[in-house]
């Protein structure tokens, strides 16, 4: 899609920068070289090839293909794989015809496409550095990967080399932790903190907190990284109301910058690098070693489960939708947090022979609330006004949880059900949006039934802010999209792609999510569009404004700082809008 970003990221005139190396130009490192890369990192550079490559002619294997086909869609097995992503349409490179897809036929030729040609498997914080000092004297692109979750397409990029940080899984759980300060200043008074590595996933970060009895806000999945991407560019979780977003509770990282140093950033040192990872975005300020996040005891939780189901997406279906938007709003501002799900054309009605049906969920999740019988009158008025909407069974459940890791071990079990080719709409809706409460339920359920899903394609409600996260609007250090201190919700919405569609059919349906999707979204509010940096439209025109706001003039200048000669090249992150799609030249 090189031609349609040309269009819609406007281009910066800049001296300094020019193409990365690629493997058809001179500049391109030797063997020789690659090997002494590969003896500096202690023998820890591997080769690499998509993963679906033994699925495909000349490399095909029968067994090892069978196995794969057994794993396709397990978001752990994807995630120790190198050649993997999450999320297979980042495997292809569009404008070079290159793709190697798991569900095409054997004998369509099986292209290297966005998956790094070599990996540094970093198990060091001088791998890393080895790794970066290469890339910078090469001028090759890096990517950074961890676990291949972006939606944005972040974790792969043609012709880069990846810096792995999978197995840099420390964790270290401290009761009073006193970041590192210069000499000439005091040091202030320790915290509860957990120091995690950059590879650490939701799933064992959460097992470890368990055993002690503490939490941080952390994600609803588990096998994302707690330290890349979701850390760096906000993340949101369950515990937002109490705790705010995750990157309000970052209190140190370890980094090795793009000179191949090794630096600490946090409130007291290093303060414009330290404001920039607490939102701004992974993949973008150099390599994070590990992070240190603010821990809260592990409260108690109740969970409200409420679903129904109809044949088809009818009015009954959609006004169970309005009547739920008029009170989500006064449910958080209860204490609740929560995610709801609409699926309009969900795969199989239970009992019948209906290859469809239509589909509403709400999670809603109290935190710190033990008593089931406060839960249910805070939701008694709202359930009322669903079941008089729907005039369809409501069904519904609240349960008391002890724990709310015990909760996230439980929903989220250590593999999630990922490998599809996805792309994604958002948006996030301020509070004053429902200052009217009736007319912008009535608005928004309209809105969204505008969009045309297909078979299991959904609608997302993310009830994850306000309460603490509005009020950290104030955080000095923190360069997260000022939208969030005001939103409601995170509304987002997924589009499937088929493998077995060309690649020109595949960026049709980018066109159309951008070009008609999205300003449906955008009409709900007068206000600059604003979106989540880590779930968004990938191919989303001034992702600057709609992803850090006011913000984003500052973190260009530090990442001009930090970064001079762009060795760090993220998609649609800050600064990427001087270069192509891919961030192999840039656009001047």
């Keep these: ?143 950074i990967r961890n676990t291949g979750h972006s939606f944005m397409g972040r974790s792969s990029a043609p012709n880069s080399l990846q810096i792995n940080v999978h197995n840099l899984d420390e964790i270290e759980i401290q009761d009073s932790f006193v970041p590192q300060v210069p000499g000439s200043i005091d040091s202030p008074s320790g915290i509860p903190a957990v120091t995690l590595g950059a590879g650490v996933q939701m799933h064992s970060a959460y097992t470890a907190l368990n055993a002690k009895g503490i939490t941080i806000p952390g994600g609803s999945s588990s096998t994302v990284g707690v330290v890349g991407g979701f850390l760096q560019g906000g993340g949101h979780g369950i515990l937002g109301y109490k705790a705010g977003m995750a990157s309000d509770n970052a209190l140190q990282f370890t980094v090795v910058t793009a000179n191949g140093s090794i630096v600490t950033a946090n409130a007291y040192q290093n303060q414009d690098l330290f404001w920039a990872l607490r939102g701004g975005g992974g993949g973008t300020w150099g390599v994070v070693v590990n992070a240190t996040i603010r ?25 169970g939708v309005e009547a739920c938007h008029r009170h989500v709003v006064g449910i958080n501002e209860q204490g609740a947090t929560g995610y709801y799900y609409i699926t309009p054309y969900a795969s199989g009605s239970p009992g019948t022979s209906n290859s469809t049906y239509a589909a509403f969920q709400l999670y809603l999740y109290f935190v710190g609330q033990a008593d089931t019988q406060a839960v249910q009158r805070a939701l008694s008025t709202m359930l009322g006004d669903m079941r008089n909407a729907t005039a369809a069974p409501l069904a519904v459940e609240v349960i008391a949880v002890p724990k709310i890791t015990e909760l996230l071990l439980y929903t989220f079990s250590g593999a999630d059900s990922d490998g599809a080719l996805v792309l994604l709409g958002s948006r996030l809706l301020s509070r004053s949006f429902f200052a009217q409460p009736y007319y912008a339920a009535a608005r928004l359920s309209h809105t969204v039934s505008q969009l045309r899903l297909g078979p299991d394609e959904y609608i997302m409600g993310n009830i994850v802010a306000g309460g603490q996260v509005s009020k950290n609007r104030n955080i ?113």
């Design 1 to 143: 899609m090189k031609v349609f970003l040309a269009v819609i990221l406007p281009a910066i005139a800049t001296a300094k920068l020019q193409c990365h190396c690629q493997p058809s130009e001179p500049c391109w490192p030797s063997l020789t070289a690659w090997n002494q890369l590969n003896t500096s990192v202690d023998g820890n550079l591997q080769a690499l090839r998509p993963i679906a490559a033994v699925c495909h002619n000349p490399d095909y294997d029968e067994n090892a293909c069978r196995a794969l086909q057994s794993q396709r869609s397990n978001s752990s097995h994807l995630s120790n794989q190198p050649g993997a992503l999450q999320w297979e349409n980042w495997s292809a490179w569009p404008t070079h015809n290159e793709e190697c897809y798991l569900e095409t036929a054997r004998d369509i030729p099986c292209g290297q496409g966005r998956i790094p040609p070599y990996a540094v498997i970093a198990r060091s914080a001088a791998h890393i550095q080895s790794a970066v000092r290469f890339a910078a004297q090469y001028n090759i692109k890096v990517t």
């Design 295 to 319: 821990t809260y005891p592990d409260y108690p939780v109740t969970v409200a489960i409420i679903q129904y189901n109809t044949t088809s997406p009818g009015r009954r279906f959609w006004a």
């Design 476 to 588: 000095i250090s923190s360069s997260l999209n000022p939208a969030w201190r005001d939103t409601a919700i995170h509304l987002l919405f997924t589009r499937i792609v088929s493998p077995r569609d060309s690649l020109a059919d595949q960026e049709a349906v980018a066109r159309k999510l951008t070009l008609e999707d999205m300003p449906l979204l955008e009409s709900l509010e007068a206000r600059p569009m604003a979106a989540y940096c880590n779930e968004a439209n990938a191919y989303q025109p001034g992702f600057q404004s709609a992803f850090w706001g006011e913000n984003y003039q500052r973190l260009l200048q530090v990442k001009q700082l930090v970064d001079p000669d762009n060795l760090f090249v993220s998609r649609l992150g800050v600064g990427s809008d001087m270069w192509d799609e891919d961030g192999i030249c840039p656009l001047c």
